[in-house]
């Protein structure tokens, strides 16, 4: 911005955002940084190398508790490659290197991307027997709305997807809010109240009981973005073959 004079992004309490001339700057450079990942996929290609970093972008949940475990298989597979999984409560771009694969819980768009959806899992209230017993059990819907439930702060959600737990509770009372995942599964596993959480987050290590069994269900589907010109990259493409064999393979994202 000081180098062009000019201001690029909006500025709002929740970050940066391009404005109309950032918007602009940036598709007109988007071409110059496709024809890098082309060439630096080609010599990629050329060298047929499977070592280096793969960096795999999604939500903190299905990061910390679904895939880091899982990726041990592939470090043994590709022990020279080396795997950096970052989490956001955003969307991370491949489009524009923020990550080399994207997983996220809405199909993604954008310019020499390739979208793959990889299923769709279950979400499920969940309490610990702390809450439950000072609180009693609800037995049915309507009595949920004599209980306190732990979800997201509304006007932190960058990500429409995770709007879950309204489309399964009507107004919710809340006892405890927060834009991190983890916290509030931890928040409900010490009783601080109900919790809406995906099937794949295992919540029952935690201490926690699935509550009215698929009474009370929502569903969100699983989504896997590549950029078109690092998708045959060696490493990228192991990568993308492990969470796809991986990814389909597991019945916990085969609900429909």
Do not use: C
């Not at 439930?149 to 009507?170: K, M, T």
């Amino acid at each position: 911005e000081y180098a062009l004079g000019a201001s690029l992004f909006e500025r709002s309490h929740i970050g940066l955002a391009l404005n109309g001339f950032g918007a602009e700057l940036l598709d007109s450079v988007q071409g110059m940084d496709n024809g890098f990942a082309a060439l630096t996929a080609t010599l990629d290609r050329q060298s047929s190398a499977l070592h280096g970093p793969v960096r795999i972008g999604t939500m903190e949940g299905i990061a910390s508790l679904y895939l880091s475990s899982r990726l041990v298989a592939f470090n043994r597979e590709y022990p020279a490659i080396t795997v950096e999984l970052v989490t956001s409560a955003q969307q991370l771009y491949v489009t524009r290197r923020e990550a080399d694969v994207f997983l996220g819980f809405f199909k993604p768009h954008g310019k020499g991307l390739d979208a793959e959806h990889m299923g769709r899992f279950s979400l499920h209230l969940y309490a610990a027997d702390s809450y439950l017993k000072e609180h009693g059990t609800p037995e049915n819907v309507e009595a949920l709305s004599h209980h306190r439930f732990v979800g997201y702060i509304e006007d932190l959600i960058q990500i429409d997807a995770v709007r879950w737990l309204e489309e399964v509770v009507d107004k919710p009372n809340y006892a405890f809010q927060s834009s991190s995942m983890l916290a509030q599964m931890f928040s409900a596993a010490a009783g601080m109240g109900i919790v809406l959480l995906p099937e794949f987050a295992d919540a029952g290590r935690f201490g926690l009981r699935r509550l009215l069994g698929d009474e009370v269900r929502g569903s969100r589907d699983l989504w896997l973005s590549v950029h078109r010109e690092l998708r045959y990259v060696p490493r990228v493409k192991a990568a993308v073959g492990f969470l796809e064999h991986l990814l389909l393979k597991d019945p916990l994202f085969a609900q429909t």
